[in-house]
């Protein structure tokens, strides 16, 4: 991939855990490292086919100046976050923070923190079989939407399923959408949990009735197994409610541990339950 690389950016703000960084300011150094296509303007020799990488280092500039954080990990983080948002173009960015006048009583030439950060494709199931179920879906949607750090790019039509895992409920409405965030899994679950808390989802009974159902399917081909959090979503190969929405945007999808695609295991789900006798 190409890249734009600013260096050593230098810039007067006020970020630090003591009150007298906060209040007098300190110097820092920020790099940026650009991940991306700039073959189009190679051919054209036109400006508004790449990245203004002056337009960047003001934009640099102003952020760090117009915020304050305790630590130079946040300042990074929401600095990479807040150009991903602005450049499109962007596809990879890596953030470097220097701090070379960090009050640690030693002679010591900076302390730095890099990260890396990128768009990220996350494909969500949405339930409900509560109350007015198409609105708390649509209201769901909704409060995605206008989340600065995530975009939905598509939504497949709702059904109506059974609910699955034995516990006697209602009829739930179940969907599929397509998301790119900027958020990590952990900050992306965290995000789900509240918009289904204003929803007023519970979680007293396990796969019991809900006001709204946030799932994470998969997120980029991740594999994840965290106490709070699994990617790809547990036994989705075998949820119906699951596969048949995911199949209408997403049939191409290869599971990243199974190595089959949406199509393939949901043909397998629907062979297997046109092969059981009846009871």
Known sequence: M??????????Y?????YAEENILGQQFLVSVIIDVDLSRAGRTDNLADSIDYGAVCHFVTQYMQEHTFHLIEAAAEHLAEELLLQYSQICKIRIKVKKPWAPIGLPIKN???SIERTRHDVWLGIGSNLGDRK???RRGIDALKSLPSCRVREISGIIETEPYGGVEQDKFLNCVLRLETVLQPKALLETL?????QEGRTREVHWGPRTLDLDILFYDHLVMNAPELTI?????????FVLEPLREIAPWYRHPVL?????QMYGQLCAGKEQRPEA
Request: aromatic share 0%; with cysteine.
């Open 13 to 17: 703000a006020k970020h630090g855990v």
């Open 111 to 113: 302390v730095c923190v």
């Open 2 to 11: 190409d890249q734009i690389t600013i260096s050593d950016l230098t810039i």
């Open 193 to 197: 949990q509240q918009i289904e808390a």
């Open 135 to 137: 609105e708390h879906i």
């Open 232 to 240: 790809p979503h547990v036994d989705l190969q075998n949820r119906l």
């Open 259 to 263: 190595g089959q695609s949406v199509e």
